[in-house]
Structures are given as structure tokens and as C-alpha cells.
């Protein structure tokens, strides 16, 4: 029986298996590329290595589409088998990553949780609770859950920061932004390497309105971190939402070209970022060319693949928003279809929210604006279970207004962007369009 860098007991053949998957955890933690090839050596010292099985299984379903679902079947079977004769934290985590596979995100969390009420310095369950809770609009679980796990650590746990900027994010998701900054910095201060930590004090600046201090907080040169995994990407359009807020669009528009357009490998998260960024310039009446072409392009390959209702909708986004309204239209009789004929738990929530969001995205396209402020209307402060952040949220917010003052609504309007103005405070687009109104 050998430990991990965490003091966990691991089953496995040799050392090197456990040397390679502490130094894959870490780079997980950290969004670096390599973590696919620190896991791959890991199980090539221990083919049989019940954790570096199911982290490779974990490392699949976060690809976000259901085209690697049968490899993962394959490694999570292999997992379970190898994990029936190691800990039961092993067994635990090859359960968990079969209820995901299956649909079911909610007990794969229960599982995690049961995990880290033992282990609580599990750092990849921590994250993996962490990541699902946030695409099931879980924020409560966001904060309470690493608050849980630091309060029963060490600080002198390998990766505690990891930790700290885990909490940061779910108190600034439960609008908690002064303990949201602080322990985000502290986490930035003890690993300046910590993306998700850097991330979680760019959604405080965004929410509280600090636009200048957050084009400082994320100011970079094009290509820093060129050796993260496309999480990084999102942190770059955090900085042209910054940017955006202060009128530098040709900043923007850079910002899009260089570091958030979607390649061709068209991951999940890419689209979300893209959809949403050239949305909003749209909005804020700036000519985005052809990026709407490109984009659709790619997205158009995904129609039937539902994985996480946030990115459903931003996939119907892209296609709204590149005006094909015929593959707007078969990707929502898509979602209509899953939502009624799937048992997992993303289907419920787009039976209940997502298919009436992806109705407002299509006739706001269609230009059916009447349409789109009674999907939206009534859900608006209702979206967290659609997965997602405040930030991410805000799309429909201003979609929800432009078809109010599109369709003449203007005390209608008046009251949406009297509450965009407290919730976003300098928001100069709210403050643009009030005023317009005056």
C-alpha cells in the first residue's frame, strides 16, 4: 500500500504509478495540458491503478461531450473491477464516476461528499464536487463544501491554496465578494500559478463594477498561459468583459481573435465564451464581421449533444446569433426531444428551464421579440440550474432587455435596467440605455 502527497492510501503496483498521479493532481488543480500525460504515465508504471483509471475516466467526461462516453464506460468498468479489491475511497470514486457517466450528477456529488467527509484533503474530489455543483447551479454547495475541507486541514497540506481559492469562488457565487477577495488573493499569494483563484477575484471585480483593477488583475501578454487547458480562455474573456465595460473595443475584438475564437476541436467552453462575447458586443453596437459564420460553423456539428444545459444554450446562441434560424430551430427540437426522453439529471433541468431559454434565443433571432420577453420574463432570477455563473447568466439579462425596448416595452425596460444598475453597478451599458430612456 503506498500514500499520496496527501496522505491518502493508494493501491497500486510501484511507486512511479503514485509519483505520476500526485504530480497529475496538481496539474489538474492547476489546468496545465499535461495532466492527460501524467495521468497516461501513471498508468502505464500501473495499468491496473484503480485512481489513475478513474482519473483518467474524470478527465474524458470533462471533455463535455458524449462522444467519448463509451471510452469512459471502458475505463470506469476496468475501474470499478480493480477498485473491488483496493480502499473503499478508491471503490467510492469509481461509483462516482459511473453516476456521471449515467447522467446522474447529483449522486456522483453525494458520492464525493461522502468521500471528503473522511477525507477531506481529497483535493480531486474536492474539485470534482466543485466542478458539477457549478453546472448544477449548486452555490451553496460551492462554498460550503471546500469551507468544510479547509476547516478540517492543515495549512500546511500540499495544495491548501487550491482549497482557499475553491472557497473564494462559492462565497463570491453566494454574493459574498469581501470574504469572496480575500481568499482568493491569499490563494493567488501562496500559488500564483492557481488559475481557478485568479479566476474567482476577476468575478468579484466584474460583479462589484471595478473594471480598471480588473483589466490590472488579468493584464497579461498574449499567450500567457499557453500551457493551461481551455479554462484559460475563459479567463481571457473575463478580461475583454473588463475591457467591453470600458469602451476599448477594438481591445475586445483583439482579445476574441487571439485568445477566446473556437478551434476546431469545438469545446464546450470555448463556445460558451464566444457566443456570449460577441453577443454582447452586438449589443453594445459594435460590427463583429464574420466571427458569427465561423463560429456557427463548428457549432453546427453538435446539435444532438447534450452533456450541460448551459451549453446548450450557448450552442442555440451561436446559431441565433449567426441569424440560421433552420439550425437554430433543429437544435431546440433537439433539446426538446432529450429533455422528454432522457433520465439524467441535465434533462430535467432543460424539461424546466433550458428548452424555454433556447424558445427566447430562437425567436429573439427570428425577430419575435414579444416571444422572447415571455420565455425569459418569468425565469430570470430563477437560471442558477442551468449551471453557470452570475457573469455567465448575464447574457440573458441584456437579451431579455434589448427585446423589451425592441418591442416597446419602455417602463418594462426602465424596471430591468433600474435592477441591472444595482446588481451591476457602472455598468455603463445599463446606464447607456437608462439614460436613453430619460
Known amino acids: 500500500m503506498y500514500q499520496d502527497a496527501h496522505g491518502l492510501d493508494l493501491t497500486a503496483a510501484n511507486g512511479d504509478a503514485v509519483a505520476a498521479y500526485d504530480t497529475a493532481v496538481k ?56 477498485a473491488a479489491d483496493g480502499t473503499e475511497r478508491e471503490a467510492k470514486h469509481a461509483e462516482a464516476l459511473g453516476h456521471w457517466l449515467d447522467g446522474h450528477v447529483a449522486e456522483a456529488c453525494r458520492i464525493w461528499g461522502e468521500i471528503l467527509a473522511k477525507a477531506p484533503q481529497d483535493l480531486l474530489a474536492l ?25 478540517a486541514v492543515d495549512e500546511s497540506l500540499p495544495g491548501y491554496g487550491f482549497i482557499q481559492g475553491m472557497v473564494a469562488f462559492g462565497h463570491e457565487e453566494c454574493g459574498s465578494y469581501v470574504q469572496a477577495e480575500r481568499f482568493g488573493r491569499a490563494a493567488v499569494e501562496r500559488n500564483g500559478d492557481d488559475l481557478w483563484a485568479i479566476h474567482a ?16 488583475w488579468l493584464g497579461q501578454p498574449f499567450g500567457t498561459w499557453e500551457d493551461r487547458n481551455p479554462f484559460k480562455d475563459h479567463v481571457w474573456w473575463h ?3 473588463f475591457e467591453l465595460e470600458l469602451g476599448n473595443t477594438g481591445r475586445v475584438l483583439e482579445i476574441y481573435d487571439r485568445e477566446v475564437k473556437v478551434d476546431e476541436g469545438v469545446f464546450y467552453l470555448d463556445v460558451q465564451n464566444a457566443a456570449s462575447l460577441l453577443m454582447r458586443l452586438e449589443l453594445a453596437g459594435i460590427d463583429v464581421g464574420q466571427r458569427w459564420d465561423q463560429l456557427a460553423d463548428l457549432t453546427e456539428s453538435r446539435i444532438d449533444d447534450h452533456v450541460i444545459a448551459f451549453t446548450d444554450t450557448q450552442f442555440v446562441l451561436s446559431l441565433a446569433g449567426a441569424r440560421r434560424k433552420d439550425s437554430a430551430q433543429r437544435y431546440l427540437e433537439s433539446l426538446q426531444r432529450y429533455a422528454a426522453n432522457e433520465n439524467t439529471d441535465t434533462a430535467a433541468v432543460t424539461a424546466d428551464l433550458g428548452v424555454r431559454i433556447a424558445e427566447g434565443l430562437v425567436a429573439y433571432s427570428g425577430g419575435h421579440y414579444a416571444q422572447t420577453v415571455e420565455r425569459l420574463l418569468p425565469i430570470r432570477h430563477d437560471l442558477g440550474p442551468i449551471g453557470g455563473s452570475h457573469a455567465q447568466h448575464d447574457i440573458f439579462h441584456q437579451l ?29 451599458w445599463a446606464q447607456d440605455h437608462l439614460a436613453a430612456l430619460h
Open 27 to 82: 496539474a489538474f488543480l492547476e489546468y496545465r495540458l499535461s495532466t492527460g500525460d501524467h495521468i497516461k504515465a501513471s498508468l502505464e508504471a500501473d495499468p491496473d491503478f484503480p485512481m489513475g483509471l478513474c482519473f483518467r475516466g474524470y478527465l474524458l467526461m470533462q471533455l463535455g461531450t458524449t462522444a467519448i462516453y463509451p471510452k469512459v464506460r471502458a475505463v470506469q468498468e476496468q475501474a470499478k473491477a480493480r
Open 127 to 151: 474539485r470534482l464536487h466543485h466542478f458539477l455543483s457549478f453546472w448544477q447551479g449548486n452555490r451553496g454547495s460551492l462554498r460550503d463544501v471546500p469551507l468544510a475541507a479547509l476547516a
Open 400 to 428: 431579455l432587455i434589448d427585446a423589451t425596448l425592441r418591442e416597446g416595452r419602455t417602463e418594462l425596460a426602465r424596471i430591468l435596467l433600474m435592477e441591472r444598475a444595482v446588481i451591476k453597478p457602472n455598468s455603463s
Open 201 to 216: 477575484v476577476s468575478h468579484v471585480l466584474e460583479m462589484q463594477g471595478r473594471y480598471d483593477e480588473g483589466t490590472s
Open 239 to 241: 478580461l475583454a468583459l
